[in-house]
């Protein structure tokens, strides 16, 4: 099977969940015998593997011939995407929030695509000018399915079904309800709808989001089949524990400050905590959009002392920040899937995860809320710091765990989607229960990525 | 004269409520009231109540010929005198056919035999003494809490002067020998260098020992182990379509029985009441299985039906249990795991036991009462990990959404626990 697939990052440059997911995806898909050719904006640093071709859109649309009049596939996409230019990044709640400094898990400040070209970081545009490139390309490869992740792609992977007939699988790894609650854009919206509408079939990272694409976008059930994600079973297991001096317990968050992840949860569950124990430290590791709020938050609950903003953390502090927490929360409101936890319990360090999360649906080995019931939430925290053998549990449980949440099994999902003819659920809620997995985010650490030997054909170059 | 040993275990602990970290200190009630009560009246009007009638008949019917035994936990028998005395009465009117044995427990179905002797032997006391309040017989057949059992605890049963014990047909402790025999527990003094017990005085053999024995002094006191094939074909596999057997009938389980024809054969069919419209529906079936049983039993004309302390009486053992080791009727590896399988199930039973003496020093009756409903094996189980992720048996009976929260909730009640203890204790 020869994929032709439409992402928006690839690693060493991620911003979140979606480059670290394709990433996994294509390295099982390519090492189960099938050949993919991943599409981005723009190629940097990437290193890719056999049976992987990754091809630069900015660079198929420079050599292309000069373009005149409206982008190509403009007919197939919604008014409300062609009307004054949004500018904003696909995973940030950030609507033009100037002056913070984000870091490598935001996305980048520079547009990919369109850099020096005159099209500025109007996001809207050059997620039409990359379905432009979508169609050049599927005009020439050969082919037998599209497979696009997320809404960016959603125009490319049109332009590429129109030009070839080819099969399109629209993989959801996260939804604009996830991101923006009931503030949502619209333009965002109608992509996602009209992708979702004219996708083959769709893959949802989890049952929970299956259930908002039925309920939300009003698409049939029987068209969306669930591939949870993995992580590199390479690193499953390994522990980086190391036991800290000092009693004093620390309970991390690790993630975007905004509206999807629940941080203002977080902070209440603190103050609650730190009434009954008091010497605990909580660490909010992250910035975003809300972060304002919730430094006067903390003020106003007078737990400044016990609470620190980290701001955004990259590389060996992500590690060092890991080893020093006793104890992960993960209070997001909307969590389509959620691969923080699983890194967290890569470093034997029990989490606490919202129940409104995909990755609740694969894990039992880790402590579950609801992200608005603070007391519950404050009562599990102190549970973990106070009774050392349940953390204990946790961890040596979860270590087991994650070694089932292989990418191999995830792609094998995808390939049976692929290749099912019929619109019908292939897999069953039962399937999905043990074996599914959870991806590992990688922020600047070693990785396969970079170990793997380079084979670089960018065809574009060639 | 082949006989069938029906025995029902009749138990409902005390649930505990929602307790979280911030209840500690300042809330001393742990108990579910209403929950408790609701699934009462669920159990008695499902199973308790139809399930007596119907033995009742039965009994009445066969006049004397089907005979069946009942052990109710302490903690069920408190819950149905204060809220269902009518089934209480019930079982009281069992009772008085002559043809109802029940046997002795530990009051709060806890596993207390594993960490405090003194404790086993007071809730072991106060069973008996309820049991012949209630009742008006004095116990003659003790089984422990999920059917435990090792040599120690059969020793310990048979100090306290009972006659016979139950125990789980395990291979462990039958090797390739038929549980369908009446067998003596093992002396095993010496035996295991654990160099506990002594001869307790126990040890006058008996004239037809011609078993090889381990140690010197077996015991007096009988064993009969439970024939799990053929409990489970009724408590787990009687309404599961998967079963090569279904739909089972009376006539063809009865066919089953009968091929255990033989002296001295007695088939121990040891299950849980519930299993009669509870964890078997009334829409199953089971209630007319168990009403057309016993006439399809006796139709063979070898076969009776005896209570335990009756086996005990008239059958003469075949050979010695020797257990070392701790066995019970739960799950396949028939040991201990559901309970003290986990570091959470061991750390909270640790710290439960630990405050004994603290909690028998206060002598508030309250304190004590608290401390030893904590014990209830039930608590204990919901913490159980294995299986979790494959969502069996153990998920079916547990209040909890996981292990995990079992602990939590268990933990902060037990520190509450503690707390008052200490404060008692100072004052």
């Known amino acids: 099977m020869l994929v032709l697939m439409f992402g928006w990052e690839f690693p060493p440059v991620v911003s979140g969940g979606l480059g670290t997911a394709c990433y996994g995806i294509t390295k099982a898909l390519t090492g189960l015998g099938n050949p993919v050719l991943f599409v981005m904006p723009r190629i940097e640093l990437s290193h890719p593997f056999p049976l992987l071709t990754l091809i630069s859109a900015s660079d198929i649309l420079n050599a292309a011939s000069e373009r005149k009049g409206p982008f190509a596939q403009d007919s197939l996409l919604p008014p409300s995407l062609l009307s004054a230019p949004l500018i904003l990044r696909p995973y940030l709640n950030t609507r033009q929030s100037g002056g913070e400094r984000q870091g490598p898990l935001d996305w980048p400040a520079e547009s990919y695509l369109a850099a020096g070209e005159g099209y500025g970081v109007d996001l809207f545009a050059e997620v039409r000018r990359y379905g432009e490139a979508g169609g050049l390309i599927a005009a020439r490869e050969a082919f037998d399915v599209i497979h696009g992740h997320d809404w960016m792609t959603v125009p490319a992977c049109l332009a590429a079904r129109q030009a070839s007939g080819k099969p399109f699988i629209l993989h959801i790894h996260s939804l604009e309800y996830d991101r923006s609650g009931e503030e949502i854009n619209e333009g965002i919206f109608d992509l996602e709808r009209l992708g979702m509408e004219g996708a083959d079939k769709i893959i949802a990272v989890s049952h929970y989001t299956k259930k908002m694409i039925v309920s939300r976008y009003g698409i049939a059930p029987e068209k969306i089949f669930v591939v949870y994600n993995a992580m590199s079973h390479r690193e499953a297991g390994e522990t980086y524990r190391t036991r800290r001096a000092g009693d004093d317990k620390v309970v991390l968050f690790m993630g975007r400050i905004t509206f999807q992840k629940g941080p203002d949860y977080f902070i209440d569950a603190a103050a609650r905590v730190l009434k009954e124990m008091p010497e605990v430290t909580f660490i909010m590791a992250g910035s975003g959009d809300m972060m304002p709020r919730m430094i006067e938050r903390v003020a106003e609950l007078k737990i400044g002392k016990r609470v620190h903003f980290t701001g955004f953390l990259q590389g060996s502090q992500v590690e060092e920040a890991m080893v020093l927490a006793d104890l992960y929360v993960m209070p997001s409101v909307s969590e389509p899937f959620g691969l923080a936890p699983l890194e967290a319990m890569m470093y034997d360090v029990p989490v606490i995860i919202s129940r409104q999360s995909g990755v609740s649906e694969v894990l039992m080995h880790a402590l579950k809320v609801d992200f608005w019931d603070v007391d519950d939430m404050a009562n599990k925290m102190i549970a973990v710091l106070k009774y050392p053998p349940l953390a204990g549990e946790l961890v040596e449980r979860a270590r087991e765990e994650l070694k089932n949440l292989r990418w191999e099994k995830a792609a094998q999902k995808i390939l049976e989607v692929y290749n099912s003819d019929s619109k019908s659920e292939m897999i069953s809620r039962r399937q999905g229960r043990g074996d599914a997995g959870v991806l590992s985010i990688r922020r600047g650490v070693a990785d396969d990525a970079n170990e793997d030997s380079a084979l670089i054909l960018n065809r574009n170059k060639v | ?427």
């Open chain 2, 1 to 427: 004269m082949p006989a069938v040993c029906l025995y029902f275990q009749v138990h409902q602990p005390c649930r505990l409520k929602k307790y979280t970290a911030f209840d500690i200190g300042r809330d001393h009630d742990y108990e579910d009231r209403e929950e408790n009560r609701r699934l009462l009246e669920k159990v008695a009007e499902r199973c308790y109540l139809p399930a007596n009638a119907l033995l009742l008949n039965l009994i009445r019917k066969y006049e004397g010929r089907f005979r069946v035994a009942f052990s109710i936990s302490g903690v069920l028998l408190d819950q149905l005198t204060v809220h269902r005395p009518d089934v209480l009465k019930s079982f009281q009117c069992l009772g008085e056919t002559g043809c109802v044995e029940f046997l002795n427990e530990t009051y709060y179905h806890s596993l207390s035999f594993l960490f405090s002797k003194d404790e086993f032997r007071a809730q072991v006391g106060r069973h008996r003494r309820k049991v012949k309040e209630l009742f008006g017989q004095d116990g003659k057949t003790f089984r422990f809490t999920e059917l435990i059992y090792n040599n120690d605890l059969a020793r310990e049963a048979e100090n306290l002067g009972y006659e016979v014990i139950l125990a789980e047909g395990a291979e462990a402790l039958l090797g390739d020998r038929s549980p369908n025999r009446v067998y003596r527990a093992s002396g095993n003094e010496g035996g295991f260098g654990d160099g506990a017990g002594g001869r307790n005085g126990a040890g006058d053999g008996r004239g037809d020992d011609t078993e090889k024995e381990a140690g010197t002094g077996a015991g007096r006191i009988k064993v009969l182990l439970r024939n799990y094939r053929l409990s489970d074909d009724i408590s787990f596999r009687f309404s599961s379509r998967d079963w090569r057997e279904y739909p089972l009938t009376a006539e063809k389980y009865a066919h089953w029985i009968h091929g255990e024809n033989g002296a001295g054969t007695v088939i121990n069919l040891f299950m849980d009441y519930e299993t009669f419209g509870e964890h078997q529906w009334a829409e199953t079936g089971i209630f007319p299985f168990l009403e057309k049983l016993p006439g399809e039993i006796l139709k063979h004309r070898d076969f009776v039906f005896a209570t335990p302390a009756e086996i005990a009486r008239a059958v003469e053992p075949v050979g010695s249990i020797d257990a070392p080791e701790l066995s019970s009727w739960a799950d396949t590896e028939r040991d201990l795991t559901a309970w003290q399988g986990n570091s959470l199930q061991q750390d909270a039973a640790g710290i439960l036991y630990g405050l004994e003496e603290d909690v028998k020093a206060c002598k508030d009756s309250d304190l004590l009462d608290s401390w030893r409903k904590l014990q209830t094996s039930d608590h204990f189980y919901y913490m159980c990990t294995k299986w979790f992720a494959d969502g069996d048996v153990h998920k079916y009976f547990n209040p909890y959404p996981s292990p995990y929260d079992a602990y939590i909730n268990y933990m902060n009640i037990l520190d509450d626990l503690s707390r008052q203890v200490k404060k008692e204790k100072r004052s």
